[in-house]
């Protein structure tokens, strides 16, 4: 018997939007770790979680719901 696997993989990388992303640093970033760049306030930490969860049940295919807690 057969079983076929799916392996997906997701990366992006959320920063503090007080830091200045380089555009060398977001090429590199798209380019090799094949990963987005999003600044958020991470003061607000109710929307910074709901963000960073709703982009990884989006990634997973609504398998992880709440990757953080705050």
Do not use: G, R, Y
């Amino acid at each position: 018997e057969s079983h076929s696997v799916n392996l997906k993989i997701a990366n992006k990388l959320f920063v503090v939007n007080t830091v200045e992303i380089k555009p060398e640093f977001q090429k590199l970033s798209e380019d090799i770790l094949k990963s987005s760049v999003e600044k958020l306030d991470f003061s607000e930490t109710d929307n910074a979680t709901k963000i960073i969860n709703e982009w990884c049940e989006q990634q997973t295919e609504h398998k992880i719901k709440d990757i953080i807690e705050n």
